[in-house]
């Protein structure tokens, strides 16, 4: 998701604004505020021409912890920004063609990575002007070549779809799924807390309910001690439970923006 148009993101994408959009029926988000304001490779008379979004976003997640939206949420920016207790991940440890240090703050336990830069040949520096790196004052510790070509660049990173503007901003996909996994583990430990604290009266929906962390189900299933095989959305278009996990509560992205307008004009009513 973003608040402009990612013509390049091959995945299913979202235009909206971070600070606004509604986050209900999600279980964790993870944030990447703009960097530039933070980024050693930013001039300093130039870091003020770009927002800080890191409080605010903040905030905005664990007000959607609070309120039940989300119970998880990450946060990646660069060494340097104002992250909370961060861990870092380092590309070298993970074998990437670039050591691309990034932070990860977490309302969760993570673990981050050692660094090992051991490896024989430089990594590739993707970041400055297309292509290429020349006239520009190279990164504390950088001693690689100025010049790089995109592929050497998506190789390098572990992302072949982005050209080199973007690559520039990406995170590597092995990060994602080092965090990921760990996000999955605490996933399955509310599965187990949850099967744990099941009541002991009720029938298999209730249980299987509880497993999939739809509790409110589970307790109305009990009660009528049937199933809840079907369900609709606000528009009446009835709804689509995947073979594993939970109930949407809407049948589209348009359907949980128009709940989350409705919510907010009764709020301030």
Known sequence: MDIEPQPYYPFPFVQADA???DLSGYDVVAASPPCQR???ATPADRRDDHPDLVDPIR???RDAVARGEIW?????NVPGAPLEDPIKICGDTLRLGVRRHRLFESNLPLYGTPCHHDRSAPSVPVYGTYNQRGGRKALEGDSSPLAYTTEEAREA???DWLPWPYLTQAIPP???MWIGVQLLGHARHRVTQATRSQPSRGDATSR???VTGDESAAHEGAARGSSVTTRTCR???ELIRPDTGRWPRHCSHACRQAAYRDRTKRSAA
């Open 59 to 61: 905030q905005r997640l």
């Open 157 to 159: 990173m572990g992302i």
């Open 235 to 237: 528009c009446g278009k």
């Open 38 to 40: 933070f980024c050693k």
């Open 19 to 21: 600070l606004t959009v």
């Open 72 to 76: 998880g949420y990450v946060i990646e």
């Open 208 to 210: 299987q309910n509880l």
């Open 174 to 176: 092995p990060f994602t």
